[in-house]
């Protein structure tokens, strides 16, 4: 009973804040009473107008389709690449000046530098985001590879656990908070990476169409296409990331 309160409260007070917040929007525009800055109703009408017409869906789904494929690419090499480095103090030396440099050149350059060595082809697209993603969950997952508790990791060898049983039981539920934090780092990071893609070298996406509204100064179809991708991250966030959170940790109960 408590929970479902505590459940209700939250609803309402996020509830709460987002009409605030379209309040502030409303007033803002009101005053402002320039096409810079359209009405909440205004940016709703033209999100309806670009559902109905097919175009939204379209350009949302193939957008979404290159961060499903970037994002698995990353997430599957950079795991991997991570818990070995985190294993291996050799290779983590070796490779650790290289991280240091893929962490620090800007996202525009090596998506520039893909579309010229490889040209504008979807796969320089898809690997453009995925160097740009990569060195930050190798980072991550190493750091949580490190911090394993050995003592469990002795324990559970000298209780006769197998590798599986030691991965599920004893690895997973440390590791799992430092994958949750690359996989919400990662999902926020890289949409961002592919609408730079998208406006610099696709001819579809979310990206290339808000370079397109803003080589005609349309804000009111900039922010509905924006907020389309916003609604849809946070759809994933709900619907997929926390309830996989609970799943999870439903040990600590």
């Not at 459940?7 to 810079?36: N, Y």
């Not at 799992?176 to 990071?189: D, K």
């Not at 990206?207 to 900039?222: E, N």
């Amino acid at each position: 009973m408590l929970s479902g309160n505590l459940r209700l409260k939250h609803t309402a007070i996020t509830l709460l804040s987002l009409v605030l917040l379209l309040g502030i929007w409303q007033l803002a525009a009101s005053l402002a009473h320039s096409p810079s800055l359209p009405p909440p109703l205004r940016v709703a009408a033209v999100f309806w107008q670009a559902i109905q017409s097919g175009e939204l869906p379209y350009h949302l789904g193939v957008t979404l389709l290159r961060l499903v494929v970037s994002f698995s690419i990353s997430m599957l090499l950079g795991c991997a690449i991570g818990v070995l480095l985190g294993k291996n103090k050799t290779l983590d030396a070796f490779f650790d000046n290289w991280l240091v440099i893929f962490l620090n050149i800007p996202a525009l350059v090596t998506i520039i530098l893909c579309y010229v060595w490889f040209g504008l082809l979807e796969s320089a697209a898809i690997l453009a985001v995925v160097v740009n993603k990569l060195p930050n969950v190798i980072v991550t997952i190493r750091e949580g590879t490190r911090a394993l508790d050995k003592d469990l990791l002795e324990m559970a060898q000298s209780y006769g656990f197998s590798r599986k049983k030691t991965l599920v039981h004893v690895i997973w539920p440390q590791l799992h908070p430092f994958v949750m934090a690359a996989t919400r780092s990662g999902l926020a990071l890289i949409w961002k990476i592919i609408l730079v893609v998208e406006l610099l070298g696709r001819s579809n996406g979310m990206g290339y169409q808000l370079h397109l509204f803003f080589q005609l100064f349309d804000v009111a179809s900039l922010l509905a296409y924006t907020f389309a991708f916003v609604a849809v991250i946070q759809l994933i966030e709900w619907l997929l990331l926390r309830p996989l959170d609970r799943k999870a940790l439903r040990w600590r109960r």
